[in-house]
């Protein structure tokens, strides 16, 4: 039975359980990590029996968010056995449960209560107790309610610091449709708190590797363009990123970039992620809603920002298939 929860009720339900095992989303973001982070903090601090077990390692530039031992990288054989005692597993910033990787099996199988903390447009076939607002900026904001949900008192910069990453980085640092007033005095009261923006901006933006910076702007320079300038697309696959000493991790940053063509109104990047595994990110300026054509394709996201992967077709082919298909969105009847 799934129930449609509210933060009170799902802040009740989590502490009537001892071992909760958090998760996140593959390649995990700072939303999702954040939010994670500030829970196991307040779990811990009620003496709870918490754990972060993720698909994906942390990425470089979030690592100094994450103190030595909070986050657990799944291993097949070695990990199962935690999901599987869990009494309740509690997944954020989630989006599609195939957002799990290799982690969905172990989870679906697993006996225990299932809650989805998330602000995406969202599918459900997994999880049974559902705190989902596609209004809140992130999935940070509802965390946030859900801690104050449990009765925490004083926010320190030990879980304000997470919360605030996750909620500059899903409005874009207050530049996104997803900027609300109340995003805007969450921020406050997590500076109130302690958290220094210039730190945080500093850790996120100004700490890539040489190499890293080099890879991007290669890939800006391969942008395309088509329908009169109406989609800018461009396409990083293995054999590419063999010849330049890239990684797919790397690569994603070229997605902000694609909105800032002037007459762009769709933006779609791909990569290449297995021989057979591409993923796409769609962008949106702010008229064409992406989000139906990512779920098309067994994704999903915000109606401006979503994103899928495409399984069983060459990169070549993909591309061509999800650039047609977005030609569509934004020429609409177009004779092609």
């Known amino acids: 039975m799934r129930t449609e929860a509210n933060a009170e009720s799902v802040a009740q339900h989590l502490l009537s359980h001892d071992k909760i095992v958090l998760t996140t989303h593959m390649t995990p973001d700072g939303d999702g990590l954040g ?31 994450v103190r030595s031992g909070e ?9 199962e056995s935690v999901i ?6 509690c997944a954020f910033d989630l989006g599609a449960a195939g ?6 099996g172990p989870v679906r199988s697993a006996q225990c209560s299932k809650v989805l903390v998330d602000h995406h447009l969202f599918d459900n076939d997994l999880f049974d107790v559902l705190f989902v607002d596609t209004r809140a900026s992130s ?13 925490m008192k004083d926010l320190d910069v030990e879980i304000a610091e997470p919360l605030h990453v996750g909620l500059i980085q899903d409005t874009g640092s207050f530049n996104y449709n997803t900027t609300t007033p109340s995003a805007l005095r969450l921020a406050a009261k997590f500076l109130e708190a302690g958290v220094k923006p210039y730190r945080v ?5 100004c700490q890539k590797p040489l190499h890293r910076v080099r890879f991007m702007g290669n890939n800006i320079a391969r942008i395309e363009l088509h329908e009169d300038g109406k989609l800018s697309s461009v396409l990083c696959d293995l054999d590419y990123m063999k010849k330049v000493k890239g990684e797919p991790r790397d690569a994603f ?27 796409f990110s769609l962008r949106s300026s702010g008229r064409i809603d992406v989000c139906d054509l990512a779920k098309e394709f067994g994704g999903g996201g915000h109606r401006f920002a979503a994103g899928f992967t495409t399984n069983g077709m060459t990169a070549k082919d993909a591309y061509a298939e999800v650039i047609r298909r977005c030609c569509d969105l934004v020429n609409p009847g177009a004779l092609r």
């Not at 694609?258 to 021989?275: T, Y």
């Open 84 to 89: 599987a005692e869990a009494e309740v597993i």
């Open 253 to 279: 940053e070229v997605v902000n970039h694609l909105l800032s063509i002037r007459g762009v109104e769709v933006g779609c990047f791909a990569v290449q992620i297995a021989s057979d595994k591409i993923k």
């Open 139 to 151: 999935s940070a904001e509802l965390t946030f309610g859900l801690l104050e949900a449990m009765g």
């Open 99 to 104: 957002r799990l990787g290799r982690m969905e």
């Open 201 to 205: 901006w500093r850790k996120l933006n």
């Open 71 to 79: 986050v657990i990288t799944f291993q097949r054989g070695k990990h």
């Open 35 to 65: 939010s994670e982070l500030a829970l196991l903090r307040y779990l811990k601090r009620r003496g709870k029996n918490a754990k972060i077990l993720n698909c994906s390692t942390v990425p470089e530039d979030l690592r100094f968010l």
